[in-house]
């Protein structure tokens, strides 16, 4: 792991090449996490209520970047959304289309949507697997509507926990090609036009 010493932020170096990381996603079988599908539910039902007075309201449309197998567009067509989701793994979009969730197979680099049509847009510990997170914001931007929110869920290498846990931080892993805190995230969304305006825990 290497640090800016501009903006600071933590990233690997080196990795594999971008298409190779691009179709090891496309080829993986996670049955492991897909058969956690009920309780994921469960806690993307909770999140979206604890953060309701910041998203947008019941009826909006939502966009879940690397959906996996649909866990949040469930929790979210509960929540009263209409919710669409992305997701590269061929087995996962395929899990998620048979419980008859609208699930694209493929990313927001190579999927064509259409521009101001999402009033909402998840990244939900996606992120920090990205080869280059800075163009995915750049190409999530024209799909949000003028008022429209992007959410985004990541480790925290700034918090307590891992400072205190350094070396051993459980969020340190081979796939995350990047690691970001309140002030990195903060400047990688301003750099890409959108205006943090509410930090969870």
Same mark, same amino acid.
């Given at each position: 792991?290497?640090?800016?010493?501009?903006?600071?932020?933590?990233?690997?170096?080196?990795?594999?090449?971008?298409?190779?990381?691009?179709?090891?996603?496309?080829?993986?079988?996670?049955?492991?996490?897909?058969?956690?599908?009920?309780?994921?539910?469960?806690?993307?039902?909770?999140?979206?209520?604890?953060?309701?007075?910041?998203?947008?309201?019941?009826?909006?449309?939502?966009?879940?970047?690397?959906?996996? /197998?649909?866990?949040?567009?469930?929790?979210?067509? !509960?929540?009263?959304?209409?919710?669409?989701? %992305? +997701? =590269?793994?061929? &087995?996962?979009?395929?899990? /998620?289309?048979?419980?008859?969730?609208?699930?694209? !197979?493929?990313?927001?680099?190579?999927?064509? %949507? +259409? =521009?101001?049509? &999402?009033?909402?847009?998840?990244?939900?510990?996606?992120?920090?697997?990205?080869?280059?997170?800075?163009?995915?914001?750049?190409?999530?931007? =024209?799909?949000?509507?003028?008022?429209?929110?992007?959410?985004?869920?990541?480790?925290?290498?700034?918090?307590?926990?891992?400072?205190?846990?350094?070396?051993?931080?459980?969020?340190?892993?081979?796939?995350?090609?990047?690691?970001?805190?309140?002030?990195?995230?903060?400047?990688?969304?301003?750099?890409?036009?959108?205006?943090?305006?509410?930090?969870?825990?």
């Amino acid at each position: 792991l290497v640090k800016c010493l501009d903006c600071g932020m933590i990233y690997e170096n080196p990795r594999f090449p971008d298409e190779i990381i691009l179709k090891s996603y496309s080829n993986s079988v996670e049955a492991g996490h897909d058969s956690q599908y009920s309780m994921r539910v469960k806690s993307f039902y909770r999140a979206l209520k604890s953060l309701r007075m910041f998203l947008p309201p019941s009826g909006g449309r939502v966009l879940d970047a690397g959906t996996a /197998g649909g866990a949040f567009l469930e929790a979210a067509q !509960q929540f009263g959304y209409q919710a669409v989701g %992305l +997701e =590269p793994s061929r &087995f996962l979009a395929e899990q /998620g289309q048979k419980r008859n969730l609208n699930i694209i !197979q493929g990313t927001i680099e190579h999927c064509r %949507l +259409e =521009p101001a049509s &999402f009033d909402l847009i998840c990244l939900w510990d996606v992120l920090e697997h990205l080869p280059d997170p800075q163009n995915t914001l750049l190409k999530i931007k =024209p799909l949000l509507k003028t008022d429209g929110v992007l959410l985004i869920n990541y480790p925290d290498l700034g918090t307590w926990q891992a400072k205190l846990s350094g070396k051993k931080f459980w969020w340190l892993l081979s796939v995350h090609l990047h690691y970001f805190t309140k002030e990195t995230m903060a400047f990688l969304c301003r750099r890409t036009g959108f205006e943090p305006f509410f930090f969870g825990r």
